[in-house]
C-alpha cells in the first residue's frame, strides 16, 4: 500500500507520484448524494490546465472516471452515475484570462465564481447577460455544462447566446479549441453549443469566451399580486404583445389546494425613459387589478421578495428535502399548464411567461428509495397534461426515484445513435461523468 | 450510371441529367470552384429526400445538398462523382404559432419571403442575410447565416429551435421542437452551421421576433475611413446596441450610386456608416440622441436621418445591392469573408488597402462593423489568369492578416471548399481532429457533402484551368 492507504496501481497512488493530493469529495449540504449510489469519495483539484491534463491522462491510464466539478451546484442534472469515479475539482482553474472591453468579450476560466466574474465586468459597465440561480456559488464551467437557466432571458438568452468560444480537456488529455474569441464566428463546427449541457461527459470545459453586453442604465422591476389563472395568463399575453419587451416576466407563487396564490413579477431593462414606459404600457393592459409596485433595481440586494423567491424556487443546489422539476410549455397553453399545477397538489412554482419554461418545487421528505404511490401519481398525471398540451417535464433535482421517473432529454432513436456515436468518438471510455446522459 | 431508381423515387421529371440541365448547379454564388455532378435530384418531401439519401448509401454515391445555391464559400459545390440533392421544392410554410412566437417552415422556403408572411402578425424573421430574397432558410441553417441585424439579434443559430433531418443514412430525425430550454445535448446548435456535412435539414422551428415599435436609419458620412471607424467603436464602448452597424467604402459607394440602386450616398464620403436602432420609442430617442453627438464628434461631415420608410428602404437597398452593383464593375466578383475583434477594425482595413494596392487589384469594402465581420470585395476578370492567380493571393494575405490580430476565417459566409485548406492557419491538429471525429460521428461513410469544411487531400471538383490556389491540388 502507499502512504495514501490506496493500492499501488490506483489513480490515487498514481496521482500521488506525480506530486497530485486528493482529499475527501465533500461539497456542501447534500450535494453530493445527488450524485447517486456511485457518487466519488475522493477528489483531486489540479492548479492548472497542464496538471488538470496529468490527471486526465492519469486517469485514463487507471481506468478511472473522472467527474468534473464546479460549484456542485448542478451535480443532480443528468442521471445519477453509472460507476464511481473521482472528483475533479475545477475551483482553482479561476482566472479571468482576458477581458477586452472595448470588444465586449471575455475569456475565463472554467472554476472562476460567476458572482466574481459579474463584479470584475461590472467595474468596466459590462455584463454576461444571464442571472442564474446560485449566482454566488455557480461556477462557469459548470454553468455551460449544466446549461444553466437564466432568469432573464426573454432579452438575453441563455447562457447558449452569449458562448463563442471553448477549450477543452478531451479523454486524450488533449487541449483543445473551437470558436474564437469575436463575436461572429462560423469556422469550424460549433462545439460551443455541443458542450452547452452536455454535463462534463463529452470532454473537460477547462476555459470559455463570451461576448458581453452594456450594463443597462435602468432596470425597472413590476409586481403585484397574482389574482388567479386567468390574470397569470393574461399577464403573460400582456407581455407578449407587440412592442413590449421585457427582459422577465414571471409568475412566482404556490400550488395550495387547488388554488393558486402569488405574485406576477416584470422586469424591464435599458434607457430609464424606455423601462418607465414599458412599465406604465403593461399597467395600462391590466388596468382594474391590483395595483403594481414597482422599484428601479440598484444590485441584488434591491430585489423585491417576489424575485428572491425566484432564485431560491429555481435553485438546483442541495436540498435534502425537497426536488425540482423544470416545465416546458407553450406560452399560448399557459392555461392548460396551470389547470395542470392546480390539479397536481402543492409545491413553489415560477414560471417564465414569456419564454415558456418554469420550476416546480417540490417537498419530498428526501425520500430516496422509492416515490409515494401519490407522488407517483401525480408526477405521471402533471407529466401526460403538460405532454398533452404540447409541454414537458424533467427533474433538475431531487431524489433519485423521482429523477428516474421522468424523463431526461428528448432525443429519438435516431438522435440518439447520432449522440452515442459523438460519445464514442470524443470519449469512447466513458471516461466523463459516465452514465450522466444515460448510454 | 442509370438513375431510373431515383426517377422511381421522386418522379422521372424531378431527376435533371445532361450538361445543359446540370449547368447551373455547377456552382454556388463562388464561381471559381466548379463541378459538374452526375445528375441533380428534386425530391418534394422529407420522405423522399431520406429515400434519395438512402439510395446514395447503397450505391456509394456522395451526394450534395444544395438550396438556392447563393453560398460563397463553396458549400454546395457538386462531388463530380456525385449527385447534387436541391431541396427548393419544399417550400413551404407549415405553420405559424403568433402567441408562441415560433414558426414550422420547410427548408426551401425563402428568407425573405418568411418575414413577408409574418407581416401581418407583426412579426419578422430576424437573420437577413444580403441574399435573403433568394437564399433558402435550409441554407441559412446549414451555413449559420448572419446579415446586418445580426448585431443585435443574433445569427441563424440562435433563432433556430427545432430541426427534421435526413441523416446520412437516411434515417429521419425530429430534434429539438419550439419548446425552449429542453435538457440533454444540444443537437440542433450542434447541427447548425455544419455546412451540410451532418445532413440535410428540411424542416426547421424558427424563433420568430416581435416587429420593433420604433426604426430610424441614420446615414453618417466620413471624409476618412479610420473616423468611421472610431465611431463604431465609440458607440459600442457608449453601451448603445443598434440593430445594425454597416460600413461601405468609398469604391462601393461610387459604384452603388452609378447604378440603379442608386441610395443617395454622398459620393465625396471615404466612407459612409449606417446605423439602424431600434426599440421602443423612448429607448430609441436615447439612443439616437447619443449616435448623433458621437457622430459629430467623431467628424462626420454629414449626417441624414431617413424620414420614412421608403427613404429607409433606399438606403438599405444600396447596402445590400452593393454585391450585384458591384458586378459592373467587372465579369467576376470574388466576395471575402473574414472577422476582426472591433477594436482592430482601423488596423486591418489599413492592411486590406494596402494588400489590394501591392497586389493590383480593384476592392471595395462594404461590410458588418458593429461585429467586425469584413467584406472585402475583389472585381477581377476571371480569363485572365494573372489577375485571378493576384486575386487568390490577396484573399489568403487578407485572411492571415485578420488571424493575425485575433480575427477568425469566416464571419458568415462558412468554410466550404474555398477556406478549408485555410483551417490550419487557424486551429491546431488536434482541434482539427475533433471537428473530423463529430463529423464521422454524424456521417461516417462521408457521403454526405464530402471534402468541404476541414482539410485533406482527396478533392471531386474540378477548377477553372489556370487557376492556382494555394493548397489545393488540381
Redesign the interface.
Known amino acids: 500500500m502507499s502512504a495514501t492507504g490506496a493500492s499501488p496501481r490506483s489513480i490515487e497512488a498514481r496521482l500521488a507520484a506525480r506530486g497530485f493530493a486528493t482529499a475527501p469529495f465533500a461539497p456542501a449540504g447534500a450535494a453530493r448524494a445527488q450524485l447517486g449510489r456511485a457518487a466519488p469519495e475522493r477528489q483531486v483539484e489540479p492548479a492548472d490546465v497542464a496538471a488538470l491534463r496529468e490527471v486526465v491522462i492519469e486517469a485514463g491510464v487507471a481506468n478511472e472516471a473522472l467527474i468534473p466539478v464546479g460549484g456542485a451546484t448542478a451535480l443532480a ?2 442521471r445519477p452515475l453509472a460507476r464511481r469515479g473521482l472528483a475533479l475539482a475545477l475551483r482553482r482553474l479561476d482566472r479571468i484570462v482576458d477581458h ?6 471575455v475569456t475565463v476560466e472554467a472554476g472562476c465564481r460567476f458572482a466574481t466574474l459579474q463584479a470584475e465586468l461590472a467595474r468596466h ?1 459590462q455584463w454576461l447577460a444571464v442571472e442564474p440561480p446560485d449566482r454566488e456559488r455557480a461556477t462557469i464551467g459548470g454553468m455551460v455544462a449544466a ?1 444553466a ?1 437564466s432568469f432573464v ?1 426573454a432579452q438575453h ?2 447562457l ?2 452569449h458562448l463563442l468560444g471553448v477549450q ?1 480537456v ?1 479523454a486524450d488529455g ?5 470558436g ?15 458542450h ?3 454535463l462534463g461527459t463529452l470532454g473537460v470545459v477547462v476555459a470559455a469566451t463570451f461576448r458581453l ?3 443597462p ?1 435602468a432596470d425597472l422591476a413590476l409586481w403585484t399580486v397574482a389574482e388567479g389563472s386567468a390574470a397569470i395568463a393574461a399577464c403573460g ?1 400582456a407581455l ?1 404583445a ?2 413590449t ?1 421585457p427582459a422577465a416576466g414571471w409568475f412566482i407563487g404556490h400550488l395550495r389546494a387547488n388554488a393558486l396564490e402569488g405574485e406576477l413579477v416584470a422586469r424591464f431593462q ?2 430609464r ?2 423601462v ?3 412599465g406604465a404600457t403593461l399597467e395600462a393592459a391590466r388596468a382594474g387589478g391590483a395595483p403594481w409596485r414597482r422599484e428601479v433595481l440598484d444590485g441584488v440586494a434591491a430585489l423585491p421578495r417576489a424575485l428572491q423567491q425566484l432564485a431560491e424556487i429555481a435553485s438546483t443546489a442541495d436540498d435534502p428535502h425537497g426536488a425540482l422539476l ?1 416545465l ?5 397553453r399557459t392555461p392548460e399548464l396551470l389547470a395542470a399545477l392546480q390539479r397536481f397538489g402543492t409545491g413553489k412554482v415560477a414560471l417564465d411567461l414569456v ?3 418554469g420550476f416546480l418545487r417540490l417537498a419530498t421528505d428526501g425520500e430516496e428509495g422509492s416515490l409515494t404511490a401519490s407522488l407517483r401519481h401525480g408526477l405521471d398525471a402533471l407529466h401526460a397534461e403538460l405532454r398533452a398540451a ?3 417535464i ?1 427533474a ?1 433535482a431531487g431524489p433519485t426515484a423521482l429523477r428516474t421517473a421522468l424523463p ?5 432513436p ?2 440518439a ?3 452515442a ?2 460519445r ?3 470519449d469512447a471510455a466513458r471516461r466523463f461523468n459516465p452514465g450522466r ?1 444515460g448510454a | 450510371m442509370s438513375f431510373a431508381a431515383l426517377e422511381r423515387l421522386v418522379g422521372r421529371d424531378q431527376v435533371l441529367t445532361g450538361a445543359a440541365a446540370l449547368l447551373p448547379f455547377e456552382s454556388d454564388g463562388l464561381t471559381h470552384f466548379r463541378a459538374r455532378p452526375r445528375a441533380v435530384v428534386l425530391p418534394g418531401t422529407t420522405e423522399q429526400v431520406a429515400a434519395v439519401v438512402r439510395w446514395c448509401v447503397e450505391t456509394g454515391t456522395p451526394f450534395v445538398p444544395r438550396g438556392a445555391g447563393t453560398g460563397l464559400s463553396g458549400g454546395a459545390l457538386p462531388c463530380a462523382t456525385g449527385v447534387v440533392i436541391e431541396l427548393a421544392r419544399l417550400n413551404r410554410i407549415l405553420e405559424v404559432r403568433a402567441r408562441d412566437r415560433v414558426a414550422r417552415v420547410q427548408c426551401g422556403v425563402v428568407n425573405a419571403e418568411l418575414s413577408a408572411a409574418l407581416r401581418p402578425l407583426g412579426l419578422h424573421y430576424a437573420p437577413d442575410p444580403s441574399s435573403q430574397t433568394a437564399c433558402t432558410l435550409g441554407g441559412n441553417v446549414a451555413e449559420n447565416s448572419g446579415g446586418p441585424h445580426t448585431m443585435k439579434y443574433g445569427t441563424t443559430t440562435d433563432h433556430i429551435l427545432g430541426l427534421k433531418v435526413v441523416l446520412p443514412d437516411g434515417e429521419i430525425s425530429e430534434l429539438g421542437g419550439p419548446l425552449a430550454g429542453r435538457p440533454g445535448l444540444d443537437l440542433v446548435g450542434h447541427f447548425v452551421g455544419s455546412e451540410g456535412t451532418f445532413g440535410i435539414a428540411t424542416e426547421l422551428w424558427v424563433r420568430l421576433t416581435p416587429n420593433p415599435a420604433v426604426v430610424r436609419t441614420f446615414l453618417f458620412a466620413f471624409a476618412d475611413l479610420d473616423a468611421a471607424c472610431r465611431m463604431v467603436s465609440r458607440i459600442v464602448a457608449d453601451g448603445i446596441l443598434p440593430a445594425a452597424l454597416e460600413m461601405l467604402d468609398r469604391q462601393t459607394i461610387q459604384v452603388v450610386e452609378a447604378s440603379v440602386l442608386r441610395a443617395g450616398y454622398p459620393t465625396d464620403a471615404e466612407a459612409v456608416l449606417l446605423v439602424e436602432l431600434d426599440g421602443s420609442a423612448p429607448q430609441v430617442d436615447d439612443d439616437a440622441r447619443r449616435v448623433r453627438a458621437i457622430g459629430a464628434d467623431a467628424g462626420a461631415f454629414e449626417t441624414r436621418e431617413a424620414t420614412s420608410a421608403e427613404e429607409r428602404l433606399k438606403l438599405w437597398k444600396g447596402r445590400k445591392g452593393a454585391f450585384g452593383a458591384l458586378g459592373r464593375l467587372s465579369p467576376d466578383l470574388y466576395v471575402q469573408d473574414a472577422v476582426v475583434p472591433r477594436s482592430k477594425l482601423p488596423e486591418i482595413l489599413r492592411q486590406v488597402r494596402q494588400i489590394a494596392t501591392e497586389e493590383r487589384i480593384r476592392l471595395s469594402n462594404v461590410f458588418h462593423a458593429g461585429d467586425g465581420n469584413l467584406h472585402p470585395n475583389i472585381s477581377y476578370d476571371g480569363r485572365d489568369h494573372d489577375e485571378v492567380a493576384r486575386v487568390v493571393r490577396a484573399g489568403d494575405r487578407i485572411l492571415k492578416a485578420c488571424l493575425a490580430v485575433g480575427g477568425s476565417l469566416s464571419g458568415e459566409h462558412g468554410i466550404g471548399m474555398e477556406k478549408r485548406d485555410s483551417m490550419a492557419l487557424l486551429f491546431a491538429p488536434a482541434d482539427l481532429d475533433v471537428f473530423a471525429r463529430v463529423r464521422h460521428a454524424w456521417n461516417p461513410l462521408g457521403l454526405c457533402n464530402p471534402d468541404k469544411v476541414l482539410p485533406g487531400t482527396k478533392v471531386c471538383v474540378e477548377f477553372r484551368p489556370g487557376v492556382t490556389i494555394e493548397g489545393v491540388t488540381h
Not at chain 1, 488533449?174 to 473551437?178: D, K, Y
Not at chain 1, 474564437?180 to 455541443?194: E, R
Not at chain 1, 416546458?328 to 399560448?332: C, V
Not at chain 1, 431526461?408 to 429519438?412: F, G, I, K, R, V
Open positions: 442534472a443528468g477586452s472591453p472595448a470588444d465586449f468579450v459597465g446549461a437557466t432571458a438568452g441563455t447558449r447566446h477543452v478531451g488533449l487541449l483543445t479549441r473551437a474564437g474569441k469575436v463575436v461572429k464566428n462560423v469556422a469550424g463546427y460549433d462545439l460551443m453549443k455541443l452547452h449541457g452536455a453586453r452594456p450594463l442604465t399575453d407578449a407587440p412592442g419587451t435599458g434607457a425613459a424606455a418607465i414606459e414599458q423544470t416546458h410549455f407553450l406560452p399560448s419564454r415558456g419554461t404540447g409541454g414537458a424533467h433538475s431526461w432529454d428528448a432525443l429519438d435516431a438522435a445513435k447520432v449522440a456515436r459523438l464514442d468518438e470524443l446522459h
